[in-house]
């Protein structure tokens, strides 16, 4: 089919005096300040477009603020000739304090999620954005109670099955990794949770088990997105799941989103973001008076302290996370913060004796975190490959080895960005001893399964 040459956007580019080049190196330059990476539009791009092909959102969105501030005007889309479903920038990175737009927000970054929008995917992790979110979670009201009046009616079944579903989910994850079941869990998300939020009819009962469990699911989806290092677009599903969670009036599933941020800044390289993220969420965890949530927040404070290099306060906030962890009664404890045991704070603790250089700690605690659930299999790779990089750092190498070795024999059943860059974290910290035979092999098959860059 032939199409129309876009006579709107020809005039507009002579009215601003840019040349085709120029947009399109403004375009690349705008996006990757909204935190779009790796947008490589030139004046080929900008010619299609003025013969008529309308580019993938968020391009029109761009160039409509483009020529805004270059005519000192508002300029839309539809000025562009560019009409059409144009999706926000920051979908999913906004918290709605106000029920069904939040609904709305929530649902639209699920539907884009599923087509696999490129400007989801490329999306950067903002420091703004989550700043904003728990500042918004520490300090808004609640926007209203979740209620709802459409023709599906939503009961106790409904909020069961995504519970199971979301544990279910949550188990092939854990298994197999994220890049597994991730696309699953989003369609299920889109076509089985949306229509229950936007078309079902609930009142504030129902609706704050429907909000909670919604809250789940979404949470699973953006850590899975985290593990498979799209940190922008997890960012975007952990801040709707915060937003969902002020919807339920849940404290402590609030508080977890908050951890789990935390724990993705530290990730990152951003631990002062992630010192305000744990602070946030110890804040939580108090409220709903969960010591296991309260003991995960500290410990998270703690690692960010680690990466800061800062031991005096690591040491501090790892004896807050202490007597918090010994108050627990797991029992009475919310589902979602059961995977949190002694295995796991053990890691934790080896995870900050190693960044502060202290090996003897490092392997004590990584070897205690090994007591751990079997079906972790993604954990068990990670504290593995924690072990054998202590043990490196002691100078221990054939125990080195062995636990490393360990590591990538599970590295290779799971699909997991982050897995990839626990092996090239092991081969980056065993190379310089690869003298040694046992290591030089070693250091070759890390290098089969996360080739250096």
């Not at 599923?114 to 609640?142: H, I, N, Q, Y």
Request: with cysteine.
């Amino acid at each position: 089919m032939r199409r129309e040459p876009n006579h709107l956007l020809r005039h507009l580019i002579a009215e601003a005096g840019i040349s085709h080049k120029g947009l399109a190196r403004r375009l690349n330059d705008l996006g990757g300040a909204h935190g779009l990476a790796g947008l490589t539009y030139d004046h080929s791009s900008v010619l299609r477009w003025m013969a008529g092909q309308r580019p993938r959102d968020p391009v029109p969105e761009l160039l409509a603020e483009i020529f805004a501030l270059r005519l000192g005007r508002p300029v839309t889309p539809e000025d562009l000739g560019m009409a059409g479903g144009a999706t926000p920038l920051d979908l999913g990175q906004r918290f709605s304090d106000a029920w069904q737009e939040g609904v709305q927000i929530v649902t639209a970054l699920w539907r884009a999620d599923m087509e696999r929008r490129r400007f989801l995917l490329d999306s950067a992790f903002t420091v703004g954005a989550g700043s904003a979110g728990a500042l918004r979670w520490l300090t808004s009201p609640p926007g209203g109670f979740p209620e709802a009046e459409g023709p599906r009616r939503v009961g106790a079944p409904d909020i069961a099955a995504i519970r199971e579903v979301t544990r279910s989910f949550g188990e092939l994850d854990n298994r197999f990794g994220g890049g597994r079941v991730r696309a699953a869990v989003v369609r299920y998300l889109d076509s089985a949770v949306a229509p229950l939020l936007k078309d079902g009819v609930y009142g504030e009962a129902t609706g704050r088990a429907l909000a909670s469990a919604a809250a789940e699911a979404t949470r699973l989806a953006g850590w899975m997105a985290y593990d498979l290092e799209q940190h922008g677009l997890a960012q975007r599903h952990l801040i709707q799941a915060l937003s969902l969670a002020r919807g339920a009036g849940d404290e402590g599933l609030g508080g977890e989103v908050l951890a789990g941020l935390a724990h993705q800044a530290i990730y990152i390289g951003q631990p002062r973001h992630a010192l305000d993220l744990a602070r946030a969420a110890q804040l939580s965890a108090r409220s709903a008076a969960v010591p296991s949530l309260l003991a995960e927040a500290y410990v998270m404070e703690a690692h960010a302290h680690a990466a800061l290099s800062d031991g005096s306060a690591c040491a501090l906030a790892l004896h807050q996370a202490d007597l918090a962890f010994d108050r627990r009664r797991p029992e009475e404890e919310p589902e979602w913060i059961r995977y949190f045991d002694e295995a796991y704070l053990a890691a934790k603790y080896a995870h900050c004796f190693r960044d502060l250089g202290d090996g003897t700690q490092a392997v004590r605690y990584a070897r205690r975190s090994l007591d751990m659930d079997g079906r972790f299999v993604r954990g068990r790779m990670f504290n593995l490959s924690l072990l054998a990089s202590a043990h490196a750092l002691c100078g221990e190498l054939d125990e080195a080895c062995l636990a490393g070795a360990s590591a990538l024999d599970l590295a290779t059943g799971l699909q997991s960005a982050r897995t990839r860059s626990y092996v090239a974290d092991l081969r980056r910290r065993l190379t310089p001893l690869s003298a040694e035979p046992v290591v030089a092999a070693l250091v070759e098959r890390a290098g089969q399964l996360a080739p250096a860059a």
